[in-house]
């Protein structure tokens, strides 16, 4: 009666390859410092954390649901939208052009958050 | 599991709905000439004989759920529907107030419905958020239950006189929003409900709760206001709603609202916990909190009688 919750398997980061070495190279060229990493957002308890995230342009910003309930993480004017996030998926999408996009939930719209891109 | 407790018996109405709050599975609805009122599923079947219309309401199901609150969402389904196929005077029809799904997958919505199927009961369903997360939001949902119906699936039909509407709150929310009927299903509302009396009884039952209950934490519906304006000159009005997996009630001059238990996991009390969603309680508590509603139709009265029944003693 009792199961045990049965293992998922890893959920799919979509990153082209490409575009994130490029990214790294043109990182390198243009400050010889490291280049910058994903950044994430963690879903947890209904909630973006952290609520405002400010990353540089050409960077990809990962959200992990930590949640029991699914969550859908979607623009607010419907630019982009997940694929429903059950517990442990991440959904992951590379912002580029400076300014602030500002995204919720879906299914649970009173759940926002920003990413603020720098140029 | 045990039925409900003896002593939920012979107490007031308002008494007998306060117990119900920590005894339900589901709530079996009677409606009373006008005004609901909830019964203990079970032991009120005969309640419902006495009134010769009852229906049952089931909700946020959840089936694909497998977490610790309740690692099989699909047993517990069973066994709100085993409690209904028992009742000795059959309901009219079953409605489901949505969250059948936990993801939207298909197989989730089939093996739902071979639950459900179990018993040979005619069933009415809105869509919680839940049955709308697949790729194409809805489609799943739609070509299961969306025969007949407008939109995203909301409409209205006639039983033994009374007018039943549901409706869709889940669909196309807006940011920083809370549950969202929107503009075109409240047209629809006002021309559906423009032919009746003022003494039809009316209900109406829809995923996320018509009235705010708790806004921090989702739990209402944006423009359910404008719903209820149009639902106000009628004479009994009864409200019924899920999504928050507890049972919580209010009457307001003709209307009275309620909200019914999950068959599948708790969910914590309005504020009382960090964030909403699965409330894992020790498992021989679990059955005590997941439940079912019936609702009674009495001819001349003006309430229902709503009874809600856990699937097991607290």
């Known amino acids: ?119 | 599991m045990s039925k409900r407790e003896d002593d939920e018996r012979g107490v007031s109405r308002r008494g007998a709905l306060e117990c119900m709050v920590w005894a339900g599975t589901g709530v079996l609805w009677t409606l009373s000439g006008g005004i609901p009122k909830s019964l203990g599923l079970l032991g009120d079947a005969e309640a419902a004989e006495a009134t010769g219309f009852s229906f049952l309401q089931i909700s946020d199901s959840h089936i694909g759920f497998n977490k610790p609150a309740n690692p099989n969402a699909l047993a517990t389904l069973q066994e709100a529907i085993g409690k209904v196929g028992a009742l000795s005077s059959p309901p009219a029809f079953m409605i489901h107030t949505g969250d059948i799904t936990h993801l939207s997958k298909p197989d989730e919505f089939d093996n739902a419905a071979g639950v459900i199927g179990g018993v040979k009961l005619a069933l009415h369903t809105v869509p919680g958020e839940h049955d709308f997360v697949d790729e194409v939001p809805g489609q799943q949902y739609l070509a299961r239950y969306g025969k007949g119906t407008k939109g995203a699936g909301w409409y209205s039909f006639d039983d033994h006189g009374v007018h039943f509407v549901g409706l869709v709150n889940v669909v196309d929310l807006k940011a920083g929003g809370l549950g969202r009927l929107g503009a075109d299903q409240l047209a629809w509302l006002a021309d559906d409900l423009g032919g009746k009396s003022d003494s039809t009884p009316v209900v109406v039952f829809a995923h996320i709760p018509l009235w705010t209950i708790y806004a921090d934490w989702g739990w209402g519906t944006d423009d359910g206001t404008e719903a209820l304006k149009l639902l106000k000159r009628f004479g009994s009005v009864t409200v019924l709603n899920g999504h928050i997996h507890q049972i919580v009630q209010k009457v307001e001059g003709n209307m009275t609202f309620h909200t019914a238990r999950s068959t599948a996991f708790p969910q914590p009390a309005p504020g009382t916990a960090p964030a909403p969603g699965p409330m894992t309680v020790p498992a021989e508590k679990l059955r005590t909190l997941l439940g079912i509603t019936g609702v009674a139709v009495k001819v001349g009265e003006r309430a229902l009688a709503i009874t809600d029944t856990a699937l097991a003693s607290a």
């Open chain 1, 1 to 119: 009666m009792m199961i045990g919750i049965s293992g998922r398997s890893p959920s799919r980061v979509r990153r082209p390859a490409g575009v994130a070495l490029a990214a790294v190279v043109a990182g390198f060229m243009a400050t010889g410092a490291a280049a910058a990493a994903d950044m994430s957002v963690k879903i947890a308890n209904f909630t973006f954390d952290p609520p405002t995230l400010t990353v540089p342009a050409g960077i990809t910003v990962i959200w992990t649901n930590d949640d029991d309930i699914p969550h859908v993480v979607a623009e607010k004017d419907g630019k982009f939208r997940s694929k429903a996030l059950d517990t442990g998926d991440t959904f992951s999408r590379q912002f580029t052009v400076a300014g602030t996009v500002e995204y919720y939930c879906a299914i649970h719209p009173h759940m926002t958050g920003k990413i603020v891109v720098t140029p």
